[in-house]
């Protein structure tokens, strides 16, 4: 079973800061990515941004130069500053990490997805 703990959405005024954490636990044998999707109401689920094992990040255009995606991979703890938030950055913020889990003999590659954390930036 695996856990996942999503922390720090709230209500902030547009040209703020948050900071998400996520924290995984569980039967992860070994993490390959972390990272965060948001969904507004009416919108589809899209990538906000994600960080790999090694380091790679990735962001989409719409938050690039004011998110920043970092890990502490000791805590398996994915975070995300956001910075200079809009309006349009409203929506529930959900976490998810990719990772394989050993039974056996068998490897599998699995996806988890936290439940979700509201970020509403408004004045």
């Known amino acids: 079973q695996v856990q996942l703990v999503e922390s720090g959405g709230g209500l902030v005024q547009p040209g703020g800061s948050l900071r998400l954490s996520c924290a995984a636990s569980?039967?992860?044998?070994?993490?390959?990515?972390m990272g965060w999707y948001r969904q507004a109401p009416g919108s589809q689920r899209e990538l906000v941004a994600d960080?790999?094992?090694?380091?790679?990040?990735n962001y989409a255009d719409a938050v690039k130069g004011r998110f920043t995606i970092s890990r502490d991979t000791a805590k398996s703890t994915v975070y995300l500053q956001m910075n200079s938030l809009k309006s349009e950055d409203t929506a529930n913020y959900y976490c998810?990490?990719?990772?394989?889990?050993?039974?056996?003999?068998?490897?599998?590659?699995?996806?988890?997805w936290g439940e979700g954390i509201l970020v509403t930036v408004s004045s």
């Open positions: 998810t990490v990719n990772y394989l889990k050993v039974d056996g003999d068998l490897v599998y590659d699995m996806d988890y």
């Open positions: 569980g039967s992860i044998s070994s993490i390959k990515s």
């Open positions: 960080i790999t094992s090694g380091g790679t990040t």
